[in-house]
Each structure stands twice: as C-alpha cells, then as structure tokens.
Antibody
Framework: QVQLVESGGGVVQPGGSLRLSCAAS????????MHWVRQAPGKGLEWVAF????????FYADSVKGRFTISRDNSKKTVYLQMNSLRAEDTAMYYC????????????????WGQGTLVTVSS | QSALTQPASVSGSPGQSITISCTGT?????????VSWYQQHPGKAPKLMIY???NRPSGVSDRFSGSKSGNTASLTISGLQAEDEAEYYC???????????FGTGTKVTVL
C-alpha cells in the first residue's frame, strides 16, 4: 500500500533553516510528481511546492518563493523541502502528497498524503 | 492569489443531501477542469474525494459527486451519514504565479 512518511519538523527560531523529508513506499516513486502542502494551526490548506517526477521542473507558491527549495532523490524514494529564512507565518503542519497521475500528465490532484510533520517558528 | 470562497459551515440530517459551493474566478475554477475536493477529519491528513471536477477515486463512495458551472464548483453529498462530518476543501489549478489554490474550507455537521 502507498505510504508517505514525513520527518524533520521541529522548533526553529525566526531566520533559521530546516529540512523536511518524505519517504515514500508502495508505488513507483520515480514516475510521479510530488507536492508539499501546509496547514497553519486551526487554518486551511496551502499548497507550497511541486516537483516533477524527473526533476525537470519545480514550482513554488509566491509565499515561499526564494526561501524554500523542493528536491527529490529517486534512488532513495524521498522528497525534501529545504526551508530557509523561516518566519513565524511558516508555522504549520507540513504534508507531502503524491500526484495522482504519472509523468507530465498532472491535473493537480493529490491522491495520497502523509500524516505530516509540524514546524514551529518561534523565538 | 486569494483562496477560493466556500461557506464556513453546512449542516444536514442523516439521509439528507447537502451541497458545498466553491467560488473562484475565470483564472482558476472557471478556466480549468482541474478542480478537486478533499475531506479532512480532525487531526488527520486530507483525503481526495473528487478530482477533475467530477471524478471519484477508487474507494470513494458514490454518495459524493462534483460539478462545475462557470466560476463555481460544487460538491454534493447525498444520503448524509455521521462519518461525513468533517472539513471539506475545494482546490484548483490557477493561471497565476501561485499555481494552485485551496478553498477556505467548509465544516460539515451531521445533525
């Protein structure tokens, strides 16, 4: 069965950095695009970043552009989110999610999600 | 890019049907058939319920259906059950610099 397991969350001071990981299993990881989505405490969902299956393209929300970097290692079946220059408003549960379709055929639907890892930015 | 607009709450009795609206613009909901709906129970990860406006993933009950008219998408839950009580989010691909946007979320209560 498909499993996505996030890790790397924690408490960090404003201006600090953190790297999140998402380990995948149960599907052909190298064939699917992967996303990060976050949810601030008590708030709604916010899409953060997307990386194509072959790393040919990476896309970011305006709110994180220039500060966050998405990457993946298909040999390790893992997607990462490097977060720099963190702000209080980046405090959230961070979910990784699998794109529903393989290759370039994305219709931006996320059919499997991890359980999330909590990032708290506070002094 | 602003979030898509959803009603804050919708309620219904068991067995009834309810509809949740999701209003965007011609740059998102109205411009693409890439509208999805997610269900989220408290403390849990979201679950895909509808993709590409009206398609159900395998394993999702046929009591859930989606549609779109102009800049507004809708999720209908028929034969409401206690287990349907959750938060529901719509989402859409957009033509803006932020490529993807979620709705504000709707709390569904089963009376």
């Amino acid at each position: 069965q498909v499993q996505l397991v996030e890790s790397g969350g924690g408490v960090v001071q404003p201006g600090g950095s953190l790297r999140l990981s998402c380990a995948a299993s149960g599907f052909t990881f190298r064939s699917y695009g992967m996303h990060w989505v976050r949810q601030a405490p008590g708030k709604g969902l916010e899409w953060v970043a997307f990386i194509r299956y072959d790393v040919s393209n990476k896309f970011y929300a305006d709110s994180v552009k220039g500060r966050f970097t998405i990457s993946r290692d298909n040999s390790k079946k893992t997607v990462y989110l490097q977060m720099n220059s963190l702000r209080a408003e980046d405090t959230a549960m961070y979910y990784c999610a699998k794109d529903r379709l393989t290759g370039y055929s994305s219709t931006w639907a996320f059919d499997y999600w991890g359980q999330g890892t909590l990032v708290t930015v506070s002094s | 890019q602003s979030a898509l607009t959803q009603p804050a709450s919708v309620s219904g009795s068991p067995g009834q049907s309810i509809t949740i609206s999701c209003t965007g613009t011609s740059s998102d909901v109205g411009g693409y058939n890439y509208v999805s709906w997610y269900q989220q129970h408290p403390g849990k990860a979201p679950k895909l319920m509808i993709y590409d406006v009206s398609n159900r993933p395998s394993g999702v009950s046929d009591r859930f259906s989606g549609s779109k008219s102009g800049n507004t998408a809708s999720l209908t839950i028929s034969g409401l059950q206690a287990e349907d009580e959750a938060e529901y989010y719509c989402s859409s691909y957009t033509g803006s610099s932020t490529l993807y946007v979620f709705g504000t979320g709707t709390k569904v209560t089963v009376l």
